[in-house]
């Protein structure tokens, strides 16, 4: 309780969560990506279900540069942490896969 209530705050993860509602709200959807669509029944591979897709626990890093979202939203940043606290690890992460990926 005592971490919980001197840890430094920050609201960055609601307004993620709004802006991305908004864009839910205001956007196209768009379509699932190919790779990441159920290539687990008959003919699915045919329809080119599953294809590409690259399995983050397999990877060394634990994670892959590789999109999830459809193209109309692609590249939109929702998160953008604080330099309190924890979120300023978060952020030098995220910086990091940025330059990688």
Not at 39 to 55: C, P, Q, T, V
Not at 66 to 81: I, K, T
Request: hydrophobic letters at 30%; charged letters at 30%; glycine letters at 10%.
């Amino acid at each position: 309780m005592i971490h919980l209530a001197t840890a430094p705050k920050s609201n960055k993860v609601t307004a993620a969560l709004g802006a991305a509602q908004g864009d839910v709200k205001d956007r196209p959807a768009g379509e699932v990506p190919m790779h990441l669509r159920s290539a687990s029944y008959f003919g699915a591979k045919k329809l080119g279900h599953g294809i590409g897709y690259e399995y983050p626990h397999d990877d060394p890093r634990g994670w892959v540069p590789q999109e999830h979202r459809p193209p109309e939203v692609a590249g939109r940043v929702y998160y953008r942490p604080s330099d309190h606290g924890f979120e300023r690890e978060i952020a030098e992460r995220m910086r990091a896969r940025e330059e990688e990926g």
